[in-house]
């Protein structure tokens, strides 16, 4: 009797996660499967076939800007570890109480508006007409103005910015669960400050580091947004590639097929990190 | 030639935190070799002591000396000091093989000599083998060891422990302070102990400095420091203690006759002199000071004899005590029960006789008021 109620409680407590997971995740991915392999070959006839794929991988235009994707993202990813992780180290590390809270505030601040708003923020400073262009004429190191949009540094800036913060909180969090008197044994028994970074602090914060970059990684693969406005309408990141297929080509055979190559990379590469880490997903992302 | 310099000397060491000065003008030298103890209660400034000595903290003002080189601007990785942190600080990332061998990679020292000495090392501590193995595989007395080994790997000149005994339970505590100074013995290196534990620091210690709001009460063996409290502080820190407030009524020569607040007199020899008629003092009086004589006839002569009844009999074994309030004042004292069996029937509401020797009792002028 009890045990049939305790387990009608655990299908209930069950069902919301199991609707969540079928409704928004695997019926849409299904879906996305399925008109992917769709051929079209007549108005309103359409057969099972591979034929979207292999237009992908015969059409140069269309891989180049899916690998230029892949790598721009692990660079963004790289860029924002290798600046969140001195300002996580900071936060977590060496200030304390009121300071801290400030810290780790102000790290959000840019996030209580809009990424629409925020990225025109980037615009405003490093177009033409912008801020960095005027002031650096105004000092006479430049003749005349300078475009600092448009370009892949730009692109680059954008991602960073736009993730930085899910870096920085994963990595506080487990470098603020790394007791101090671990890194004073470090220095005790003769380490240099690289060598106690290298097998005590980053050991230490590598669950932090891992699910940050898969976080961070992941919006910048499917960042919209700051591709199109700071890379302008040649930036070839290839979310605004599904997009002109489905919007303006309405060719959504095509679009679902570049929509699950993206999930299928996005997947590899995640498994990868995972794998040269040396982390589970599991200890990952139940430690931080 | 020259005796070898002590090990370590602390000269005048001082630290402040803003306008708190937690570690107050302290002054003393640990010879080779040796078990040092340093005894306080918790916030006096035992931790900021031993961290300014492996370096994490500099000293306001004052001067440290290793073998006879002072440190004082040396950072923690180029002292010839190791730390037993207070909870051990192993690196869990790592296997016990590993953190004992980490200061020595840190050396540069090659890997198969690494190997060696860390097998060595961990042997000398009584756990051969366990190289192999992550740290939460080990109990609370087996990590003591990886830490104190991890330490000792690296033959500082003084190993500096920080309460490395606070987290383990009482019968563990007991077996690790005879463990503990016997492998200072066997390494034969300077041990800098800290601790709030009287019984730990008496245990182990070849010197022990008691230590009070910063400043050092006394530094002398464990038997000196137990018998011969240099002040009041220590005579209430050390060991269990009786304690009156009383008034001289008389001096003679050495001898001091004293009335307490609640009227009773008693006999205190107190060489230290420089007592006047009429000041106020501190009486210290150790439980195991104090005779038992069980009938009227035994108490006929001697100082200090007073009848009393028994309120309570706190059976502890070997450190039974008896309660026993004194007849004619009302003070209960704490009497020590040896289990010799000449007491064995005692129970309470007994009346009981309590004798002590004058020259037994510690007498201190009481603080504040003359
Ligand atoms: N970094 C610090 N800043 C300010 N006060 C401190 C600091 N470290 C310790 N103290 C103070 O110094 C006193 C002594 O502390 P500590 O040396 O840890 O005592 P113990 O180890 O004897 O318990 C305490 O009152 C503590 O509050
Ligand atoms: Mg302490």
Redo the contacts between chains.
Sequence with gaps: MSSDASRLGFYLLLAPILLWLVVLIILPHVGLFVVSISEKIGPREYEIGMGNYAAFFQEPLFWRTFARTAIMSILATALTLILGFPIAYYIAKLTQGRTKTTLFLMCMIPFWVSELVRTFGWMILLRETGVISNGLQALGLVSGPVEFLYNDAAIMVGLVYTSILFMVVPLVTTLDSL?N??I?????????ST?VMR??VI??AMPGIVSGCIVVFMLSLGNYLTPILLGGKDSLWFTGMIYTQFITRFNWELGSAFGFLLLILSSLVVFLGLKLSGQSLSETMGRS | MLPAPPDLICRDITKHFDAFRAVDHVNFEVPQGSFFSILGPSGCGKTTLLRMI???QEPTSGDLLIKGKSVIGV????RP???V???L?L????NIGDNVG??L???GVARAEIRRRVDDVLDRVGLPGVSARRVDQLSGGQKQRVAIA??MV?EPDVLLLDEPLGALDQKLREHMKVELKSLQAAFNTTFVYITHDQSEALVMSDNVAVMNKGQFEQIGPPQEVYHRPATAFVAGFVGDANTFEAKVTAVNGSMLTLATQTGAQMNVSAPQSGFDTGQRVDVFLRPEAIELVASDMAAQNGDNISPGTVTSVLFNGANSALTVRDTATGAMINVALPQTGAFAGIGTGDTVYTRWDPTKARCYAAPGVK
Excluded: K
């Design positions: 007791d008197s671990l004073e044994a470090g220095y005790d028994l003769g380490g240099s060598a097998e005590i050991p230490h | 492996a370096g994490f950072p923690p990785n180029r000091v190791s730390m942190f207070q909870h600080a690196f869990p990332t790592m980490f200061g990679r840190q050396r991890r330490c690296l």
